[in-house]
């Protein structure tokens, strides 16, 4: 039985993920440790709270002592189940964000990853290791780390090329754990999925944002033209691609997981409003999308190929983007309370630096 350290699992990949896993895969364990700042929300794991292969620590992942008794078995939480895999999701994860501030992004995806990975090492691989329950570190990343691509798609052996400072961070942790794999040997499989979707995603991001704006009969803010294109991914997806990584990836090895749906992002903007006008409770409805200054450089294309874990996992997508679209809508409609009480103040603040005053 595998007990997992999920880091940063109440935010909207992780949660995702927890679910799924405890849903999959009932005998596994799953500790799941996060800051809980803005974006992560431990209601977005209430169904499961009661779940008994499930508990939550507030921590952060800097914290070496926390981390290094969690992964010892010396926490109270995982006393009696020392976890054996480690899934990194935990991290500072919007672009916009990174443009106004880098300073988190550096300190919790870089510093953060390498806490993880030293005490991992340290407790592993140390002389006085002997668990001999197979370990593995999963480090979840993002199809930004390759940079912006014209034509064709991004393979694993793709150079690292950054753009942002939030890829610039991610691209730093995924080097980090290719170093303690190839220096000391520790198990690190890298996962780099292209743009997830899908319930429980913080309305900062573009679809759940725009879902938003149109219900509360405002602009639907739109960088530039539109014209950027992005692959997406139906978060389900991406999850099970992770799970399968989990259970028969290769330790060294980096796996691209795409969603096979490149659309400008324009495209999607009116997707979405289609979806909202053909739905009875939205058919009133008259988005109105509104161009607004681009963000400071906006990568133009992310395209990645899948067909590593294609090939050596059989893993492809399961979601078309129409279907997962009208199931996110959906989502967002039933839990309209879960969206208030997530829009702060202090995303007001945010929302109006990038989209009103022009990143001021």
Not at 12 to 30: A, K, Y
Not at 164 to 173: I, R
């Amino acid at each position: 039985m595998n007990t997992l350290l999920v880091t940063g699992g109440a935010g909207f990949i992780g949660s995702n993920f927890i679910r799924f896993v405890l849903r999959e895969r009932p005998g596994w364990r799953i500790i799941n440790l996060d800051k809980l700042t803005y974006a992560g929300n431990l209601e977005n794991l209430q169904d499961v709270e009661d779940h008994p292969g499930y508990s939550f620590v507030r921590g952060d992942i800097c914290d070496r002592a926390l981390v290094h008794a969690l992964l010892s078995g010396e926490h109270p939480a995982t006393v009696t189940h020392r976890p054996n895999i480690v899934v990194n999701f935990a991290a500072e994860s919007h672009v916009d964000r990174s443009i106004l501030d880098a300073s988190p992004f550096v300190e919790t995806n870089v510093l953060g990853t390498q806490v993880l990975l030293e005490a991992a090492r340290t407790l592993w691989l140390g002389s006085g290791s002997q668990d001999p329950q197979p370990k593995l570190f999963v480090q979840v990343s993002t199809d930004e780390v390759y940079g912006s691509i014209e034509a064709g798609s991004f393979t694993e052996d793709s150079p690292l090329q950054p753009n942002s400072p939030y890829a610039a961070s991610k691209a730093a942790a995924d080097l980090l754990c290719r170093a303690y794999h190839r220096t000391y040997g520790l198990p690190v499989v890298v996962t780099r999925s292209s743009n997830n979707y899908g319930p429980y995603q913080f309305p900062e991001k573009l679809i759940p944002l725009m879902v938003q704006n149109a219900l509360e009969g405002k602009p639907l803010p739109v960088y530039g033209k539109g014209e950027n294109v992005r692959d997406w991914l139906y978060v389900e997806d991406n999850c099970r691609a992770i799970l399968m990584v989990i259970e028969s990836g290769r330790p060294g090895e980096v796996y691209n997981i795409g969603g096979g749906c490149e659309r400008r992002n324009i495209e999607v903007v009116e997707l979405l409003c289609e979806i909202l006008r053909a739905h009875p409770r939205t058919r009133h409805l008259t988005p109105q999308i509104q161009f607004v200054q681009d963000r400071p450089g906006h990568d133009f294309r992310y395209s990645l190929d899948s067909t590593k874990i294609q090939r050596e996992l059989g893993w492809t997508p399961a979601t078309p983007l129409e279907a997962g679209l009208e199931r996110t809508v959906e989502w967002y409609l039933d839990h309209q309370d879960w969206v208030r009480r997530v829009l702060t103040s202090e995303y007001r603040d945010y929302y109006a630096r990038v989209y009103e005053r022009g990143w001021r």
